[in-house]
């Protein structure tokens, strides 16, 4: 092996010249990576306007890829390297976010924009209406045409399942002749839209939401006495202290699925230092789960006003409402609503901005939200310190759902009272249940807390679909575990299900009938699951796609997947990995015969003590 002599002096002084050192400074001065051109800085800025001289507003990566994505149906590389360099950040910073989120399209040099797509929700209840067939049939109606099919998971709509999405249009009971009749009207034609969802609410409660006939808008809103409590309470005619006892009193707790009591939250966060900011959580994407989208498209006002108390009552400087990147209509009219309450408001607002998901489950994790909300990946902290403590850009954060900030303003007027007067069984206070799957009437059902699931189907729900039994039921969404027809009279509501090793969570209630497999429905949701993983800790990342992967075998490895279970449980950094184990718990205490040694063909080999790939089933296997 030969080395390079150092210079001799004489080399060395030849080299420290005035033209060889202007030289080596240009060539040092070369800024390293790929650099914008010129088109593609200018298509930027079309969209996201100059830098101003502070420079762009680094939480605002997400809505400016929203921006590229939406005008170029995808995210070419040409325009991250441009949008990092207007922004000042690392392009590997945008590339990050860019590909962790579901609903960017990344392409890669010339390639061509992705031509028209269909989106078909594989989720549980889809996956129970026929989804499977609709995937397999639509790809043969678009024979030559680009138009690409792909499988998604939940888009909010179980209701009316099966669902596709043409551009960011839904079909509702989805067949291949309605999407085909969606997908050919022009690309500009194919607009966000609002559907009627059945709605129900028992006759002995007052009846909180009118027959569809559209949302209440802004004048009509403010006709009906709508922002006269929260211009009471902002110009000081209405104590806040008294607000707050009625939350308190009420027993209202958080409807997104943790159940916190609302009341002590706004307290906890209202002694924290100031500036104090709100995140209020409209990113329902547990499959199962439609109720804030029903409620957001007939009464936006009723959950605006719910928000401005709250943010007097807790002194919050900024609220930022984070929505499903899946609910276009419902975008469209929430900012046509915020713009008239702006134009002509009631009282002091505080500063409101409205945030787009970009198809990410996890981010309904209240950590994860405020990540994505950052501009970041939507990544679940470690906790503590908590986000009421240490939460949105490092301040105290009160985080909520949209369904308890949608109760706020009944309660406060009618009296905690009122609210904590419905109930059986000793619960107390109302549930939105988004009830789908093999029942007559699916929709949101607005019942008292305690209500058993046989009473949800008989009163609520016309009873179970004609040629199905009641066989099992999710009370909690995907993660919320599955319990037999035999536990139907328990009563639905926080900390009455966890002996049973399931949740209520968000009160996504999805049925099955007996002739469906349980087995099945834990595996789709393990896929979801898996799918969904934001990859952060390893017990979630690796642990639900091998349990997915063992689950898809005839006789299950009780042992090994039990194992599997409990360390994901003890392990996972958030809720997503630590309830992924609900479902193969709850088949195997309920459901054995599903997945016992009977069900595995005598002529296969056992799986236990074999590898990951070895358990898969050989093709074409059940």
């Not at 996956?127 to 998971?153: I, N, T």
């Not at 007027?413 to 093999?438: I, K, M």
């Not at 058993?452 to 016309?462: K, M, S």
Request: net charge negative; aromatic share 8%.
């Amino acid at each position: 092996m030969s080395f390079a002599a150092k210079p001799s002096f004489p080399q060395a002084v030849a080299l420290a010249t005035p033209d060889a050192l202007r030289a080596r400074l240009r060539r040092n001065s070369r800024l390293k990576g790929r650099q914008p051109d010129a088109a593609s800085t200018a298509e930027v800025r079309a969209l996201i306007g100059e830098c101003p001289p502070e420079g762009h507003r680094r939480d605002l990566l997400i809505e400016y890829l929203h921006l590229l994505n939406d005008a170029w149906r995808c995210l070419h590389d040409r325009h991250l390297v441009a949008l990092a360099r207007e922004m000042r950040i690392p392009m590997a910073e945008v590339f990050e976010v860019a590909s962790f989120y579901h609903h960017f399209d990344v392409v890669r040099g010339e390639r061509d924009a992705p031509g028209l797509t269909v989106r078909v929700c594989d989720s549980l209840s889809c996956q129970l209406a026929g989804a499977q067939e609709l995937l397999a049939r639509l790809p043969g109606f678009f024979s030559g045409q680009d138009v690409r099919v792909v499988p998604v998971p939940c888009v909010g709509r179980c209701e009316q399942a099966p669902v596709a999405v043409v551009h960011q249009t839904p079909v509702p009971h989805a067949t291949p002749e309605a999407v085909v009749l969606a997908s050919n009207r022009p690309l500009a034609l194919i607009a966000p839209a609002l559907e009627a969802t059945p709605f129900v609410a028992s006759d002995w409660a007052e009846r909180s939401l009118p027959d569809y006939a559209g949302p209440t808008g802004y004048a009509s809103y403010r006709a009906q006495g709508g922002y006269a409590l929260a211009a009471a309470l902002v110009n000081g005619e209405r104590d806040a202290e008294a607000v707050l006892a009625a939350m308190e009193g009420s027993g209202l707790r958080g409807l997104g699925g943790a159940g916190f009591p609302a009341g002590r939250k706004w307290r906890i966060v209202r002694e924290q230092p100031a500036p104090r900011f709100m995140a209020v959580n409209i990113d329902e994407g547990e499959p199962g789960t439609f109720k804030d989208r029903t409620y957001l498209e007939r009464d936006p006002h009723r959950f605006l006003e719910g928000v401005l108390i709250a943010a007097q009552v807790v002194g919050t400087e900024a609220v930022y409402l984070y929505l499903r990147d899946e609910y276009h209509g419902c975008r469209a009219l929430l900012q046509a609503e915020l713009a008239k309450l702006r134009a002509d408001p009631p009282c002091h607002l505080p500063h409101i901005e409205l945030r787009r998901g970009a198809g990410a489950y996890v981010c309904g994790e209240e950590s994860a939200m405020i990540e994505s909300i950052e501009g970041k990946r939507g990544m679940p902290r470690l906790r503590p310190p908590y986000i009421a403590e240490r939460g949105l850009f490092g301040r105290p954060t009160l985080e909520h759902n949209f369904e308890t900030l949608y109760w706020v303003r009944d309660i406060v007027e009618r009296g905690p009272e009122w609210f904590a007067g419905f109930g059986r069984r000793g619960r107390h206070g109302l549930r939105s249940f988004s009830v789908s799957g093999r029942v007559r009437q699916p929709g949101v059902k607005l019942a008292p807390a305690g209500i058993t699931l046989r009473e949800l189907i008989d009163e609520y729900c016309g009873g179970m679909q004609d040629g199905h039994e009641l066989y099992a039921y999710l009370p909690g969404g995907a993660s919320g575990g599955i319990l037999p027809a035999r536990l139907a009279d328990l009563p639905l509501d926080f900390d009455t299900l966890q002996p049973h090793g399931c949740f209520i969570g968000s009160a996504a209630v999805i049925v099955l009938g007996h002739h469906d497999r349980v087995r099945d429905a834990a595996l789709n949701v393990m896929r979801f699951l898996a799918h969904e993983s934001c990859g952060q800790c390893t017990p979630c990342r690796v642990g639900t796609d091998k349990a997915a992967s063992l689950m898809q075998v005839p006789a299950w490895d009780a042992e090994l997947l039990d194992d599997l279970a409990q360390v994901m449980a003890d392990a996972s950094i958030c809720g997503l990995g630590q309830a992924a184990p609900n479902p193969i718990r709850c088949v195997s205490k309920y459901f054995a015969h599903e997945v016992g040694e009977g069900a595995w063909p005598g002529d296969l080999p056992h799986p236990r003590g074999r590898s990951l790939a070895e358990t898969l089933p050989p093709e074409g296997a059940a």
